[in-house]
């Protein structure tokens, strides 16, 4: 994952890279003032396999949910300031899958490779599939960036 700095941003910010058969989760927090990176956390986070191939009506959601879950356990070994409770948390996505990029933001399943088959995934938004996973959880985070290393522009 490479990171991009103006060095002039401040603030905790988010990654979830999923792309295998284990996602990452990032945490950074900025300095701002040309200060950079002042400290980070990564943790790798392995996918059971039947999340990956399910075909329960309701399958879409379980990959989404148990990442949601990994992230809200990870945010909260940051440990919840006033500050951070109230602002909402900024998450850059990595989603190595074939999709049709619809924003900066958003894109559309295309279909799954690398061992994953789930039922109705594709067609569908992965970033509003991941966005309606963090919020049943009462995660104060936004996607605001899909990366896809597989994306046809939009």
Request: charged share 25%; glycine share 8%; proline share 3%.
């Amino acid at each position: 994952m490479v990171i991009l700095l103006l060095r002039s941003e401040k603030g905790t910010y988010y990654a979830l890279d999923l792309g295998s058969t284990y996602f990452k989760v990032l945490r950074v927090q900025l300095g701002g003032d040309r200060s950079g990176i002042l400290g980070y956390d990564v943790e790798r986070q392995p996918i059971p396999q039947h999340l990956m191939t399910s075909t329960s009506e309701l399958a879409k959601f379980d990959l989404f949910d148990f990442i949601a879950s990994s992230l809200q356990e990870f945010e909260q070994k940051e440990g919840v300031s006033e500050v951070s409770a109230v602002k909402k948390r900024e998450l850059g996505f990595t989603f190595s899958f074939p999709v049709k990029q619809t924003s900066v933001s958003s894109g559309i399943l295309i279909k799954w490779t690398k061992g994953f088959a789930i039922q109705d995934m594709v067609g569908r938004d992965v970033s509003e599939c991941l966005q309606e996973a963090m919020s049943k959880k009462g995660l104060n985070m936004r996607v605001i960036a899909l990366i896809s290393t597989l994306s046809v522009p939009f």
